[in-house]
T-cell receptor, first 113, second 110 residues
Framework: GAGVSQSPRYKVTKRGQDVALRCDPISGHVSLYWYRQALGQGPEFLTY????????KSGLPNDRFSAERPEGSISTLTIQRTEQRDSAMYRC???????????FGPGTRLTVT | EDQVTQSPEALRLQEGESSSLNCSYT??????LFWYRQDPGKGPEFLFT???AGEEKEKERLKATITKKESFLHITAPKPEDSATYLC???????????FGKGTTLSVSS
């Protein structure tokens, strides 16, 4: 079946612009996660959804970052007023429930110039 | 604080030369330890979940084991296609996130 998909795969934006990154989880997966991965590092947790409820946003770096999953399926991670330090690979993952293994998407490479 | 440390950072093997990757973890109540494989330019690919000390899981040339403080990924008679970065992660106390180590980059030459 189809895995986790993310779009766009690459995004180049100018400093100060807002960006929206999309994640389409595996069908039927209740739990959805956003991570950020720097080169040579493991993924770093940003936020977690159970259905449409954002149950943990402790990893969001500051209030420029927000996420939503309004219908319990597709999720959007929004970064407002982007800064160069926001440049990274953003990865989405989904799992059947919160206690199951997570399956990752291919990621969105964000570059802020 | 929940923490995962992987060693070595990089490992170079000859084809057929078996070895082990280490993952040391500190967590307040293990809710699962996960091994992933990551190829360049791709997302992590799930390999195994281990839940309690003494548990073992196997898949082809890979075998994962776990104690109360460490997990090992044993690679038997590796092939060049096993070259990748292997990531270890633990579920946090709330079960809402995975905490990853930095990974071990394995290179297998023929």
């Amino acid at each position: 079946g189809a895995g986790v998909s993310q779009s766009p795969r690459y995004k180049v934006t100018k400093r100060g612009q807002d960006v929206a990154l999309r994640c389409d989880p595996i069908s039927g997966h209740v739990s959805l996660y956003w991570y950020r991965q720097a080169l040579g590092q493991g993924p770093e947790f940003l936020t977690y959804f159970n259905y449409e409820a954002q149950q943990d946003k402790s990893g969001l770096p500051n209030d420029r970052f927000s996420a939503e999953r309004p219908e319990g399926s597709i999720s959007t991670l929004t970064i407002q007023r982007t800064e160069q330090r926001d440049s990274a690979m953003y990865r989405c993952a989904s799992s059947l429930t919160g206690s199951h293994e997570q399956y990752f998407g291919p990621g969105t490479r964000l570059t802020v110039t | 604080e929940d923490q995962v440390t992987q060693s070595p950072e990089a490992l170079r093997l000859q084809e057929g030369e078996s070895s082990s990757l280490n993952c040391s973890y500190t967590v307040s109540g293990l809710r699962g330890l996960f091994w992933y494989r990551q190829d360049p330019g791709k997302g992590p690919e799930f390999l195994f979940t281990l839940y309690s000390a003494g548990e073992e899981k196997e898949k082809e040339r890979l075998k994962a084991t776990i104690t109360k403080k460490e997990s090992f990924l044993h690679i038997t008679a590796p092939k060049p296609e096993d070259s990748a970065t292997y990531l270890c992660a633990v579920a946090n106390q709330a079960g809402t996130a995975l905490i990853f180590g930095k990974g071990t980059t394995l290179s297998v030459s023929s």
